[in-house]
């Protein structure tokens, strides 16, 4: 299973666009990337998932290197309902033996 | 997009009762599903992994006999804290698995 590692917490204003960045040196040919978001006292909630290059929905964008030892999620204009934990997990898409949370990101989003 | 409902939201049971937590897949069908416990300001923490029809297989450090998982159906998977102490009291979450996972909206299990 490939570690994944993000910065612990992030900071923002409204309007702006934010970047979390996630590093899994060790992910496998079979892995998706997949990131969440979580509110205090709810289960995660599906944002974006991609394989490479890069995928966008009506929500945020995913970057993806060539590579693939890391990921870049990007929220665009983010409003004050988009402080939470952001987690980004790697993982077999067809078969999820485990799925392993890291730490996640907590962002802050400020008037 | 698919559903996974979890019930209760939230518990308040007596020293030494179970509880029993329900994982639902409302629109699909899930061969696994995940158990979480996530306590304040901490990431989830994986607990066991249930698979339709067999045993669940536990992570170290979480006793089987005291967190019972049974997973007899496709789209049900049940939690039991047995005997239950204050220091369970924790927010417990569900997932299951079809081409994605979809999380639980999580139980907050207090014990007094």
């Known amino acids: 299973l490939a570690k994944t590692t993000q910065p612990i917490s992030m900071d923002s204003y409204e309007g702006q666009e934010v970047n979390i960045t996630c590093s899994h040196n060790n992910i496998a040919t079979n892995d998706y990337i997949t990131w969440y978001q979580q509110f205090p006292s709810q289960g995660p909630r599906f944002i974006i998932q991609?394989?490479?290059t890069k995928v966008t929905n009506e929500v945020a964008s995913l970057f993806i290197p060539a590579d693939r030892k890391s990921s870049t999620l990007s929220l665009p204009r983010v409003s004050l309902s988009d402080t939470a934990v952001y987690y980004c997990?790697?993982?077999?898409?067809?078969?999820?033996?485990?799925?392993?949370f890291g730490a996640g990101t907590r962002l802050a989003v400020h008037p | 997009g698919a559903v996974v409902s979890q019930h209760p939201s939230r518990v308040i049971c007596k020293s030494g009762t179970s509880v029993k937590i329900e994982c639902r897949s409302l629109?699909?069908?899930?061969?696994?599903m995940f158990w979480y416990r996530q306590f304040p300001k901490q990431s989830l923490m994986l607990m066991a992994t249930?698979?339709?029809?067999?045993?669940?297989?536990?992570e170290q450090g979480v006793e089987k006999d005291k967190f019972l998982i049974n997973h007899a159906s496709l789209t049900l998977s049940t939690l039991t804290v047995t005997s239950a102490h204050p220091e369970d009291s924790s927010f417990y979450i569900c997932?299951?698995?079809?081409?994605?996972?979809?999380f639980g909206q999580g139980t907050r299990l207090t014990v007094v």
């Open positions: 249930s698979n339709e029809g067999s045993k669940a297989t536990y």
């Open positions: 991609g394989y490479k």
């Open positions: 997990l790697v993982g077999d898409i067809g078969g999820y033996n485990k799925l392993i």
């Open positions: 997932s299951a698995v079809s081409t994605e996972a979809f």
């Open positions: 629109d699909f069908q899930a061969t696994t």
